[in-house]
């Protein structure tokens, strides 16, 4: 068997080896005569997989590597009688954690306290609902907004866009589908951003044309959002005008955590022993986390008390000026850079690696840092 797969897939070549021939490659380059000879076709996001990358090659078995699917073309693969797999929740936590982090920052940085302010999760599947659940842990009023969710009768208590639209904050976890139903291209144009209400915190992770940019920019000064990107419309290449004046952008980095890779890679790993009927020999280890134990007696606020936890678990002002080098380049040189900055992306390690020491009686602390999968350790 040979496989094409993605260099930047974590672990690929150890994962995958016993399946055969592996080929790694970036993603932008692979192309439909490196496919010729391949039977199997691993990618992450920045592959488009559909009809002119795949017609006349041999792949059988499709697998991505990430939980978004808007660069398959499934109805292809299907027709074409090619087994496809993704790896939908790999990197939930880690996605999740990166809005937390980012919203602890400002926060923190502007004196805010989180408890009863209202936040607006639109799409509450894998991420959303753990952001779901770290949001009611900070006493934050939720407001869910999620159609296909509500039509299937899969929870309840969800409201409208237009609804959750009016919070102090609005997240956003949703697919790119760019018609039907469900549309979410653009699902945050013109009209819907002038509806948001002024001094809003804004935060996409999902995917960077859920939000029309150039509205985006044309409105974020006169409007006085709070913006956080982790995702840009027309990647690799970026809006530097827009990067200028979000408080906080990183370079599709949010599920970057090694446990949010790793698990990619398993899934899919698991999915190919099933389709091979392979023996699914293969479990990654990862490596320990040194200095994994938090002191946060020096700390303040509640607020402030979180962001310096998280803080020393993620510095998200790193990926930030690492994602402002771009400005004063040129457009070539942004597109290598964005792309750079994931291939190179630094170890971030998940929360449920590290032990917070702390008072037993900060019962407020402590609820809290359960919710978000944090060990406790009390002072005597």
């Known amino acids: 068997m040979k496989l094409v797969v993605d260099e930047n897939i974590t672990f690929a070549e150890e994962a995958f080896s016993q399946f055969g021939d592996v080929l790694l490659i970036s993603g932008r380059q692979i192309t439909n005569d490196i496919l010729h000879h391949a039977d199997a076709l691993i990618v992450r996001s920045i592959t488009n997989v559909d009809e002119n990358l795949l017609q006349n090659t041999n792949i059988k078995f499709v697998g991505t590597a990430t939980i978004g699917t808007d660069h398959i073309d499934t109805i292809y693969l299907n027709e074409n009688n090619m087994v496809f797999a993704d790896a939908m929740g790999c990197n939930a936590d880690s996605v999740a954690e990166y809005v937390f982090t980012a919203l602890l920052k400002i926060a923190a940085d502007n004196k805010l306290t989180l408890k009863n302010k209202s936040i607006g999760i639109i799409g509450v599947g894998n991420v959303g609902r753990r952001v779901l659940k770290y949001a009611e842990a900070l006493g934050l009023k939720v407001y869910k907004n999620d159609p296909p969710k509500q039509r299937a009768g899969e929870g309840n208590n969800y409201v409208s866009l237009e609804e959750a639209l009016q919070a102090d ?8 589908n760019k018609t039907g139903i469900d549309k ?30 150039k509205a985006l920019l044309n409105i974020v000064d006169k409007k006085c959002f709070k913006v956080i990107l982790d995702v840009w419309e027309g990647e690799p290449s970026v809006n530097t ?12 980095i949010s599920g970057y955590s090694l446990e949010g890779k790793v698990n990619g890679t398993k899934m899919i790993y698991d999915a190919l022993c099933r389709f091979t009927n392979q023996p699914n020999d293969w479990e990654p280890k990862l490596p320990s986390v040194e200095n994994n134990i938090i002191d946060v007696s020096s700390a303040k606020i509640f607020e402030e008390k979180l962001h310096f936890i998280f803080k020393h678990i993620y510095n998200i002002e790193t990926d930030d000026s690492e994602m402002r080098e771009m400005i004063e380049m040129d457009n070539d040189s942004r597109a290598a850079h964005f792309d750079n900055l994931r291939k190179e992306y630094h170890l971030r390690r998940e929360f449920n690696n590290y032990t917070i020491l702390t008072d037993k009686n900060d019962k407020e602390l402590i609820g809290v840092l359960q919710n978000f999968r944090f060990n406790l350790k009390f002072r005597k």
Do not use: C, M, Y
């Not at 291209?185 to 940019?213: C, M, P, Q, Y």
């Not at 005008?241 to 599709?252: E, F, R, T, Y």
């Open 169 to 176: 904050i609005i997240t956003l976890h949703v697919p790119l």
């Open 184 to 213: 979410t291209f653009h699902l945050l144009d013109e009209k819907k951003l002038n509806e948001i209400r002024n001094n809003t915190i804004i935060i996409n992770s999902s995917r960077g044309a859920v939000i029309d940019n």
């Open 241 to 252: 005008d827009l990067l200028q004046k979000v408080i906080i952008g990183s370079a599709h």
